[in-house]
T-cell receptor, first 115, second 111 residues
Framework: DADVTQTPRNRITKTGKRIMLECSQT?????MYWYRQDPGLGLRLIYY???????NKGEISDGYSVSRQAQAKFSLSLESAIPNQTALYFC??????????????FGQGTRLTVV | QKEVEQDPGPLSVPEGAIVSLNCTYS??????FMWYRQYSRKGPELLMY????GNKEDGRFTAQVDKSSKYISLFIRDSQPSDSATYLC???????????FGAGTRLAVHP
């Protein structure tokens, strides 16, 4: 089984609909992240959480919200989807990076299309 | 100015070539530098990391950091078609150790 699992893997939704992307992890890490990936723009951070009670906005949080339901679960919501939110979304986890840098472990990604 | 800049390519090379992938960064306080590899339809995976300046070698891969010019490089020797992927540089920012990624360079190694 994958250490970081994202559901769904693919989703097509209509403009204005609410959609939730889910992420669960078995790494035992406190830190979890949501990124979106667009061609030529790389990975851009949407939200990050360093523990259940600590949630922070990333560089492109407008139009998104998150919920950290437990240490192992971090979900991303689009309250009212719009076409320019069409992208590949990744959830990731990491440890606290003490002493050896920070390795992030990524899920397989969710390909979201808003029509 | 983005904190980490990377040319998205694409870069196409023949099998056996030496590949050089590069990034620049803006903040001299950055200490940890990483290279992630992402195959098509997969999430990125850590390939190598380095701390501060210098070189680190792992098989056909060498990561290099030049802090004086804020330049990081990944060299791939004897490139193989299986190296075809997107390579993302990354660093760690701030007291919260937040990861910052470059745009990624798409590499194609053709037989």
């Amino acid at each position: 089984d994958a250490d970081v699992t994202q559901t769904p893997r693919n989703r097509i939704t209509k403009t204005g609909k609410r959609i939730m992307l889910e992420c669960s992890q078995t790494k035992g890490h406190d830190r979890m992240y949501w990124y979106r990936q667009d061609p030529g723009l790389g990975l851009r951070l949407i939200y990050y959480s360093f523990d259940v009670k600590d949630i922070n906005k990333g560089e492109i949080s407008d139009g998104y919200s998150v919920s950290r339901q437990a240490q192992a679960k971090f979900s991303l919501s689009l309250e009212s989807a719009i076409p320019n939110q069409t992208a590949l979304y990744f959830c990731a986890t990491s440890d606290d990076g003490q002493g050896s840098g920070t390795e992030a472990f990524f899920g397989q990604g969710t390909r979201l299309t808003v029509v | 100015q983005k904190e980490v800049e990377q040319d998205p390519g694409p870069l196409s090379v023949p099998e056996g070539a030496i590949v050089s992938l590069n990034c620049t960064y803006s903040n001299s306080a950055f200490q940890y530098f990483m290279w992630y590899r992402q195959y098509s339809r997969k999430g990125p995976e850590l390939l190598m990391y380095t701390y501060s300046s210098g070189n680190k070698e792992d098989g056909r891969f060498t990561a290099q950091v030049d802090k004086s010019s804020k330049y990081i490089s990944l060299f791939i020797r004897d490139s193989q078609p299986s190296d075809s992927a997107t390579y993302l540089c990354a660093t760690v920012s701030g007291g919260y150790n937040k990861l910052i990624f470059g745009a990624g360079t798409r590499l194609a190694v053709h037989p």
